[in-house]
């Protein structure tokens, strides 16, 4: 606790109860990420897969034109985002209704499924397709269900930490494939260097199996099918102190007063008025439409798997880098520096080094077979920065804030519109980007002008729509998005130091009375 009142820095971390940060919510948190870790993993394998010579013998790239060769490879990674965009929707209704944590079990068993049918496809291309999009499905599910499961357990000072941890598990998955792409195609021959990489993507969807068999349902999905018993008992264990703590008693009244609040604006449960709720009610319409708005920046991210930034994965180092900015940011910044400076400050440096980029291929571009200029190597490291840089806001934060931010009836459909959206952008890039390299510009320079103002024109979206959200408890947030009014519930923090104050004051009395000696 010491150690977290060091770093992390937020009102609710000066107030709250030192019990609450245990070992088990970090824990738990861990358990659902190797959900993002399944996406990481998948994007650094394929990717490399894609470029062996066994693989593009066995499936007949080898013996294509350059242009269909390509088309072939795009559709194997395309089927996959079609899975993950129809998983992520899917997802919440299943998920609503079974529970976070039998869905984070789906997500493994897909993923399982669908690895199976990619080892075993032996050259045939409809087993690749098949397999391709069954673990999209997996993989879709997880980016809904696990900043879900987690927002709803974490403790509010350091839920940001705890959520973003999705994107540091999914920065280590890409950056783990690498190096078994790479001791693949050193130690093994044939098939085995594309099969057993394959294979490997399995790895975290066991984990995850095995993490979850440990954990426990959502608190507050078990609030909402009105099961207070086991609500009351499950966030008892998550805080580590007693169902009769005061702590524990207003978070519970909280969650009560929030459903209550929700019920009573629209009433009923059916999927029209979830979303007669969601689109109707302005606090819960502006949520929504930040929730969509927030992942068109992760066109963004395949900036640095295309053109000259390949050579940077090829090496790995891209992938430390990212790990590496995404740990120091949830270490030191997600729940101090708070979610709106990280957006603010991040879309600026990452519209530079975009720019930055553009200039340099625009006046300048990089020629086969010559040195490279002294401008050239700060292009190499706009690269590695503009990865650094999304990962100190845009990468992590976007799961933080949609996971967070939603009611509790609109929490999964939210974050499963979220999640979509993400996908659909995914596919777009991996369509749009190689044609705009081509077309837009001498070499592609356009490229980058253009997602440099994207990243400019994030700044002001953000300077003018998102509040900060920081050590906020999941319930006031319908307070903060003007839906519900808290006044009359004593905040969980300071309910407990009262608590606290009551105690020693008793403790004291009972000292100073001479009829308790």
């Excluded at 999304?390 to 934060?397: D, E, R």
């Amino acid at each position: 606790m010491g150690l977290l009142q060091r770093i992390v820095r937020n009102d609710a971390m000066k107030i709250d109860p030192p019990e609450i940060y245990s070992w088990h919510v970090l824990l738990l948190a861990c358990s659902a990420c190797f959900g993002g870790m399944l996406f990481g993993m998948d994007i650094g394998i394929i990717g490399g897969v894609l470029t062996l010579p066994a693989f593009e013998s066995e499936f007949g790239i080898a013996g294509l034109s350059k242009t269909d060769a390509a088309n072939l490879s795009a559709n194997i990674v395309s089927v996959m985002q079609a899975g993950a965009f129809a998983g992520a929707l899917i997802a919440n209704p299943i998920s609503d209704r079974i529970g976070r944590k039998p869905g984070l079990y789906m997500v493994s068993i897909l993923t399982i499924v669908g690895v199976i049918f990619q080892s075993a496809s032996s050259g045939k291309l409809a087993a690749m397709y098949i397999g391709r999009f069954i673990s999209g499905l997996g993989l879709g599910a997880a980016t809904m269900l696990t900043p879900t499961y987690i927002s709803e357990n974490a403790p509010r000072a350091i839920r940001g930490a705890l959520t973003g941890l999705y994107q540091l598990f999914e920065t280590t998955g890409a950056m783990l494939a690498f190096w078994i792409n790479y001791g693949s195609l050193l130690h093994l021959s044939g098939n085995s260097t594309w099969i057993v990489p394959l294979s490997m993507q399995a790895l975290p969807a066991i984990l995850l199996s095995v993490g979850m068999f440990f954990c426990h349902e959502s608190p507050r999905f078990l609030a909402r099918k009105d099961d207070w018993e086991q609500a009351s008992a499950i966030l008892s264990k998550v805080r580590s102190l007693p169902i009769q703590h005061p702590y524990v008693q207003t978070e519970l009244q909280e969650m009560q007063a929030q459903l209550e609040e929700e019920r009573a604006l629209i009433g009923g449960n059916s999927w029209w008025d979830i979303q007669r709720e969601m689109w109707t009610i302005p606090g819960n319409r502006k949520r929504a439409l930040i929730t969509i708005n927030y992942y068109a920046p992760t066109i963004f991210t395949d900036l640095g798997v295309t053109g000259n930034a390949n050579s940077l994965f090829a090496t790995g180092v891209y992938g430390i880098c990212k790990v590496v900015g995404c740990a120091l940011f949830l270490l030191f910044l997600a729940d101090s520096l708070g979610r709106k400076k990280s957006l603010l400050g991040s879309a600026i440096a990452m519209g530079l080094c975009m720019f930055y980029l553009g200039f340099y291929v625009r006046f300048d571009p990089p020629k086969l077979g010559t040195a490279v200029p002294p401008a050239g190597y700060i292009a190499l490291v706009a690269v590695y920065l503009f990865a650094v840089f999304f990962q100190f806001g845009w990468g992590p934060v976007c799961w933080i804030y949609v996971s967070e931010i939603p009611t509790a009836r609109l929490r999964g459909l939210n974050v499963s519109l979220a999640a979509a959206t993400q996908w659909l952008f995914n596919f777009v890039v991996a369509r749009a980007t190689p044609v705009m390299l081509t077309t837009v510009g001498n070499a592609g320079y356009g490229t980058y002008f253009i997602f440099g103002s994207f990243c400019f024109s994030m700044f002001f979206f953000v300077w003018f729509f998102i509040p900060e959200t920081k050590g906020v408890s999941l319930e006031r947030m319908d307070e903060l998005f003007g839906v519900a009014d808290f006044k009359n519930i004593e905040d969980v923090g300071v309910a407990a130091q009262h608590a606290e104050q009551e105690k020693a004051q008793e403790i004291q009395i009972e000292r100073l009375d001479p009829r308790s000696v």
